[in-house]
């Protein structure tokens, strides 16, 4: 499948005015090498996360989730924001063999070349939204990817177009104190899945990362 970027464009996207740089496996990569970007000091590793544990650090079934969401769409679009080599992304594309998959990173990787399920999108994150049209995204989840950002609600704002009526994005983040500045954001409700103050109490545990669901409601 291809892979969306910066050079080299054989056909084009979701999004028609964009010129993205397309890589297809019969085909050698021509993508330029990348400068990796550090977020609070980290270089990012988690590379290679498969569904069984995106689910558990959410805390719940993506699959499920997924489907519910996409059960009545003609043309559902998911979307791994930071989808490292792919793993997770893949396993879904083989769940939803009608939908249409993308993995997005700044990286690339050699594991995107034999993929012949997934679209991946080797853009900046301040490009990658531009790939796709209004409202064409079901479910766009990211897996510590999101985390990287220096700014998410500002990142949040400018994916949100791209998102259908009743789309979601989900994502998790060591930031509780996020969720007052997301919910400044018009046109969304937002939550968090596995946090709660009486499980706090009851439990005495507090997990290393929230999972926000935010759904674009109008």
Same mark, same amino acid.
């Given at each position: 499948?291809?892979?969306?970027?910066?050079?080299?464009?054989?056909?084009?996207?979701?999004?028609?005015?964009?010129?993205?740089?397309?890589?297809?496996?019969?085909?050698?990569?021509?993508?330029?090498?990348?400068?990796?970007?550090?977020?609070?000091?980290r270089?990012?590793?988690?590379?290679s996360?498969?569904?069984?544990?995106?689910?558990?650090?959410?805390?719940?079934? @993506?699959?499920?989730?997924?489907?519910?969401?996409?059960?009545?769409?003609?043309?559902?679009?998911?979307?791994?924001?930071? %989808?490292?080599?792919?793993?997770?992304?893949?396993?879904?594309?083989q769940?939803?063999?009608?939908?249409? %998959?993308?993995?997005?990173?700044?990286?690339?990787?050699?594991?995107?070349?034999?993929?012949?399920n997934?679209?991946?999108?080797?853009?900046?994150?301040?490009?990658?939204?531009?790939?796709?049209?209004?409202?064409?995204?079901?479910?766009?989840?990211?897996?510590?990817?999101?985390?990287k950002?220096?700014?998410?609600?500002?990142?949040?704002?400018?994916?949100?177009?791209?998102?259908?009526?009743?789309?979601?994005?989900?994502?998790?983040?060591?930031? @509780?104190?996020?969720?007052?500045?997301?919910?400044?954001?018009?046109?969304?409700?937002?939550?968090?899945?596995?946090?709660?103050?009486?499980?706090?109490?009851?439990?005495?545990?507090?997990?290393?990362?929230? %999972?926000?669901?935010?759904?674009?409601?109008?």
């Open positions: 499948m291809p892979v969306y970027g910066k050079r080299n464009s054989p056909r084009k996207p979701v999004y028609p005015k964009h010129t993205a740089t397309i890589f297809r496996p019969e085909l050698e990569s021509k993508t330029r090498p990348r400068t990796t970007r550090i977020f609070s000091g270089q990012w590793s988690l590379v996360s498969s569904l069984a544990r995106i689910s558990q650090t959410f805390g719940f079934d @993506l699959v499920k989730a997924i489907r519910v969401r996409v059960q009545k769409s003609e043309k559902p679009v998911i979307v791994d924001y930071g %989808c490292g080599k792919g793993t997770a992304i893949t396993e879904l594309a769940a939803f063999p009608n939908a249409r %998959c993308f993995g997005f990173s700044e990286e690339f990787y050699d594991e995107w070349k034999e993929n012949r997934v679209e991946f999108v080797h853009e900046s994150s301040f490009d990658f939204p531009r790939l796709f049209g209004k409202k064409k995204i079901d479910y766009a989840y990211s897996h510590y990817g999101l985390s950002s220096s700014n998410i609600p500002f990142d949040v704002k400018r994916l949100l177009p791209k998102m259908k009526i009743g789309g979601k994005i989900v994502f998790n983040s060591s930031d @509780l104190e996020l969720l007052h500045d997301l919910r400044k954001i018009p046109g969304i409700q937002v939550k968090i899945v596995n946090y709660s103050k009486k499980r706090v109490i009851k439990e005495f545990h507090i997990p290393d990362s929230f %999972c926000y669901v935010i759904t674009r409601i109008e």
